[in-house]
């Protein structure tokens, strides 16, 4: 019998740190297996962002770097212009991405930066406790917000793949979300195409995953699934948000 | 002919395999791995089509699949 589907290659062979039933893995897992299809281990470079998932560098088995809290996309734009020729792309949660590091997010995409922003979304710090996140739901309830999020005190919950999309820059974002087999099958297509655009010097792509914390929303990994599904989903829905065919170059950084 | 292999060490038992298998090959054992976690274990081998879901879903990379 042959092995017809084990751990990707890009992967080091270790446990990992993620609470049981946290959908980091599975995230972790498919870029791993798009880079392995592509052929990119050599030529890859990720940047690890600051959260549940800053050892991540120690996951994958690809020249690896990490930032300071949010400024992934700036690391990365670095990284980019100093060696156009490789895949650079930022692992980033919903804290990282949309409160301390929005800034140099926006800028990555309205420069058009060859990069792509892998967006792991599940509306919560998890690293540092549970506290309410910018993208925290109305009425969630967290540990800064045990109550339930009041958006006249604290605001809506920031869309921030769609300000992302409306820069010129951008030319690729899909919203996309892992809790099944059909999804997850769907997530890898994205962050397949983002990578694709990226090596063609398209612009900027992003791919914001819908995950979950199961730990600090106090849920099993499976009813976890289901809140992402039916709260989450709600105030993100899932789909192509940008996708300007990638046939032209808009922005070739030297 | 398929034959699924799962690393019960590197299991959380968070069960979403169990879950997402069309067939109900999965079950947990009534063991503990070295983390205290009660592993996913094939409890109807004979009954496993190869369709992947779980090594889809599983966040831990646990599984194998031979043909
Ligand atoms: C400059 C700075 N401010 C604050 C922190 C504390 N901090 C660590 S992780 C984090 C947020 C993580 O949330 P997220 O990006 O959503 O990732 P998750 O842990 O949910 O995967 C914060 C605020 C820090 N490390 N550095
Ligand atoms: S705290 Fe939340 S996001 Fe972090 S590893 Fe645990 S479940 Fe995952
Ligand atoms: S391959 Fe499919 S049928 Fe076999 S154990 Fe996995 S999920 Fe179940
Ligand atoms: S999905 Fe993976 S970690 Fe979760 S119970 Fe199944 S084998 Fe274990």
């Not at chain 1, 017809?4 to 599975?26: A, M």
């Not at chain 1, 958006?151 to 992302?164: A, C, D, R």
């Not at chain 1, 948000?241 to 950084?253: A, F, H, R, W, Y």
């Not at chain 2, 081998?45 to 646990?62: A, H, I, M, Q, R």
Request: hydrophobic share 35%; net charge positive.
């Amino acid at each position: 019998m042959k092995k017809v589907i084990v751990k990707p290659k890009v992967l080091h062979n270790i446990p990992w740190h993620y609470c049981p039933g946290c959908t980091h893995g599975i995230v972790h897992r498919l870029i791993a297996e798009v880079i392995d299809e592509m052929d990119l281990q050599k030529d890859a470079v990720g940047v690890a962002s600051v959260g549940c998932s800053c050892f991540n560098y120690d996951y994958f088995d690809i020249d690896m770097s990490a930032a300071a809290h949010g400024r992934a996309p700036a690391v990365a734009t670095g990284i980019k212009r100093v060696q156009p020729g490789r895949l650079v792309f930022t692992y980033q949660g919903d804290g990282d991405l949309c409160a301390i590091g929005t800034a140099e997010a926006i800028h990555a995409a309205v420069r058009g930066e060859n990069i792509t922003i892998i967006f792991y979304n599940n509306g919560i710090y998890g690293m540092t406790g549970g506290q309410m996140a910018p993208t925290s739901l109305p009425d969630m309830k967290t540990t800064t917000s045990p109550y339930g999020r009041n958006v006249q005190e604290t605001g809506f919950p920031i869309k921030m793949t769609e300000m992302l999309a409306l820069q010129e820059g951008c030319v690729y974002a899909e919203r996309t979300k892992v809790s099944n087999p059909a999804s997850i099958n769907k997530t890898k297509k994205a962050i397949r195409k983002a990578f694709e655009l990226q090596l063609s010097r398209a612009g900027f792509t992003i791919v914001e995953i819908l995950g979950t914390c199961p730990t600090n929303w106090g849920l099993d990994p499976l009813q976890a699934i289901k809140w992402m599904e039916e709260k989450l989903e709600k105030q993100y829905p899932t789909g192509i948000l940008k996708n300007s065919k990638g046939d032209s170059v808009i922005c070739d950084k030297k | 002919m398929t034959k699924v292999e799962i690393n019960e060490e590197l299991c959380k038992g968070c069960g979403l395999c169990i879950n997402f298998c069309p067939s109900k090959v999965l079950n947990y054992a009534d063991y503990t791995n070295n983390k205290g976690y009660h592993p996913a274990k094939l409890i109807n081998p004979e009954k496993c089509t190869g369709c992947t879901s779980c090594y889809l879903v599983c966040p831990d990379c646990c599984f194998e699949i031979y043909r």
